[in-house]
């Protein structure tokens, strides 16, 4: 099964829907904005990706933390700021079978399909 999490509107999420569907790949889409973050697949992705990668932090939603927040973050802080916000992590976030995927480039969903 492909699941990928993120943001309905997100330009990135859009060109990997579309990606997805042209080359005739069934996938469940989780919407942060109506279903809010999966603790379980985020404490994944930071597992096997570390939170640096999987927090965004060119956004918005990383700019407007608090600097102590941003200063002090770690796993646990990453994985709290992300179920309070979960804009902020990377889009999107594909899980397919047991692999985890930040981001989108065609390459990669080219070689992950």
């Known amino acids: 099964m492909t699941k990928i999490y993120g943001i309905k509107n997100c330009d990135t999420m859009k060109k990997a829907f579309t990606w997805l569907e042209e080359n005739g790949v069934n996938y469940i889409f989780h919407d942060y904005k109506k279903d809010g973050a999966n603790e379980d697949v985020l404490r994944a992705a930071i597992a096997e990706h570390g939170w640096e ?32 916000n979960p804009s902020i992590v990377k889009r999107p976030l594909l899980v397919h079978g047991k692999e985890i995927y930040l981001g ?5 969903y080219s070689e992950i399909f």
């Open 104 to 108: 989108f480039s065609q390459q990669d």
């Open 53 to 84: 990668n999987v927090i965004n932090r060119r956004g918005t939603t990383w700019k407007k933390l608090p600097e102590n927040v941003k200063e002090n973050m770690d796993e646990t802080g990453a994985i709290e700021v992300a179920m309070d």
